[in-house]
C-alpha cells in the first residue's frame, strides 16, 4: 500500500489535489474570522491563545472594524460569507449585539464561538434579535474532565446549559466542539451517546496541538496509539450516522482520509478564510498564533491584502524543509496547516507520520 493509501484512495486525492489548485487559484473570501477581544472569563490549560481576563492588548473597537467590512462589501455577494466573531471569549464584549445587527444589516451571515459562561437565556435572546446565524459551544467531555481542563468548576454547567438553549432554536445552526485528550479518550463513546440524547447534532473533534499553554503540558497530546484509537472512533460513528461529526482541521491523515470529515484534508487559511486580530493584523483563521500576518486594517486596505498578498499560505513550496523535505504525500498535504507551524516556519505535529 504506496504512502499507506489504496490506490482508489489516492486516485481520489489526485482529484482533490487538482479541484483545490483550483480553489487557491481563485481564493474567493468565504469566512471572515474576527478576534474581538483577548479578554477570556476562563483560563484553559489547552488554550492557543493564552488568554486572560484582562488582555494587554484593548479590544478593537466596533468602529474600526465595521469600517474594515464596509471596504470588503463592494468585493463580495455578503450572504456567501460568514463572519465569525471569536476570542478570547467573544461574549466577555458587550456590543456583540451591536456589531452583529449591523453586520445583519450590510448582509452577512454572522456567528459566535464561545465558551458558553455568558451565553443564558436572556443573553441567547438578545444575540438573536440581532440576527445570530451559527453558533460553536466548546465541551471538552463530562464534568470532571471538561472542568479540570477549563479550570472552572461551573464551567461543564454552563457550556451544557449554553448548548441546551441552542438545541431549542431551530433557526440557529450550532454544533459542539471537543477538544479530545487522554483522560477524555476512553468516554468519547459514551460521550457521543450523551450528546445524541441532547439533541447535539452536529460534534466536531479536535486534538490540542503544542501552541500557548497547552505547549506546556505535554499529557495532553495523545500517543500514536491514542491518536490512532480517536481516528477509529470518529469513523465508526460516522459510519453509523446518528451524530454528524468530523475531526476539526488539524492536518492530512493518509489512510483516514475521506473516512473522518466530510472532506479530503486542506487548509481554507488564506484561501477562503481570512483573520481580523484584535490589533488589526490581517492574518488567516484566528487559530494561527505564530505572526504570519499580511497587513492591518490601520494601515492597509483589506482586499488589496487579500488579493495580492497571502502567498506563503497559497504556495505551501516553502515548507518542504525538515520533516516535509522529501515527504511522498506532501502534494496532497501541502506541508499542514499553517496553525502547525511556529515562527520558524517549523512543522511542530505530523498527523500523517503519526499514523503510518
Not at 467573544?90 to 448582509?107: H, N, P, Q, S, T
Not at 488539524?250 to 489512510?255: A, D, I, M, N
Not at 505564530?290 to 513550496?317: C, K, L, S, T
Request: hydrophobic share 35%; net charge positive; glycine share 8%.
Amino acid at each position: 500500500m504506496k504512502n499507506g493509501l489504496g490506490v482508489r484512495r489516492r486516485l481520489a486525492l489526485d482529484i482533490f489535489s487538482n479541484i483545490e489548485d483550483k480553489r487557491i487559484a481563485a481564493h474567493e473570501l468565504r469566512t471572515i474570522m474576527w478576534e474581538a477581544t483577548l479578554r477570556c472569563n476562563l483560563a484553559c490549560r489547552h488554550c492557543g491563545s493564552d488568554c486572560r481576563s484582562e488582555a494587554a492588548v484593548p479590544d478593537m473597537p466596533a468602529a474600526d472594524f465595521l469600517r474594515t467590512i464596509d471596504t470588503i462589501t463592494p468585493h463580495v455577494v455578503p450572504n456567501r460569507v460568514l463572519i465569525v466573531i471569536t476570542g478570547g471569549e467573544a461574549l466577555m464584549r458587550r456590543d456583540i449585539e451591536e456589531v452583529g445587527r449591523a453586520l445583519y444589516d450590510r448582509g452577512y451571515p454572522w456567528g459566535i464561538v464561545t465558551n458558553g459562561m455568558l451565553l443564558d437565556e436572556r443573553r441567547l435572546e438578545s444575540l438573536l434579535r440581532a440576527g445570530l446565524h451559527t453558533a460553536t459551544v466548546s465541551l471538552d467531555g463530562f464534568a470532571e474532565t471538561h472542568n479540570r481542563i477549563r479550570r472552572n468548576e461551573r464551567s461543564y454547567e454552563r457550556a451544557l446549559g449554553a448548548l441546551r438553549l441552542l438545541a431549542r432554536q431551530p433557526d440557529i445552526l450550532y454544533d459542539a466542539v471537543t477538544c479530545a485528550n487522554a483522560d477524555t479518550l476512553a468516554t468519547l463513546p459514551r460521550f457521543r451517546d450523551f450528546l445524541i440524547a441532547e439533541g447535539v447534532k452536529r460534534w466536531r473533534i479536535f486534538t490540542i496541538f503544542p501552541v500557548g499553554r497547552g505547549a506546556d503540558d505535554p499529557s495532553l497530546q495523545l500517543d500514536t496509539e491514542q491518536f490512532r484509537r480517536l481516528m477509529e472512533f470518529i469513523r465508526d460513528t460516522r459510519r453509523e450516522g446518528r451524530i454528524a461529526v468530523n475531526y476539526g482541521c488539524e492536518g492530512f491523515l493518509g489512510r483516514y482520509e475521506g473516512d473522518v470529515r466530510d472532506t479530503f484534508y486542506h487548509c481554507s487559511a488564506g484561501v477562503s478564510i481570512a483573520g481580523i486580530r484584535v490589533d488589526g493584523a490581517i492574518s488567516g483563521c484566528t487559530s494561527i498564533r505564530a505572526r504570519y500576518d499580511q497587513g492591518n486594517i490601520y494601515r492597509d486596505n483589506f482586499m488589496d491584502v487579500w488579493n495580492n498578498r497571502f502567498a506563503p499560505y497559497r504556495d505551501r513550496e516553502w515548507m518542504r524543509h525538515g520533516a516535509c523535505g522529501n515527504c511522498r504525500v506532501f502534494k496532497y498535504c501541502r506541508g499542514n496547516g499553517m496553525h502547525l507551524r511556529d515562527e520558524t516556519g517549523q512543522l511542530l505535529v505530523c498527523h500523517y507520520k503519526k499514523l503510518l
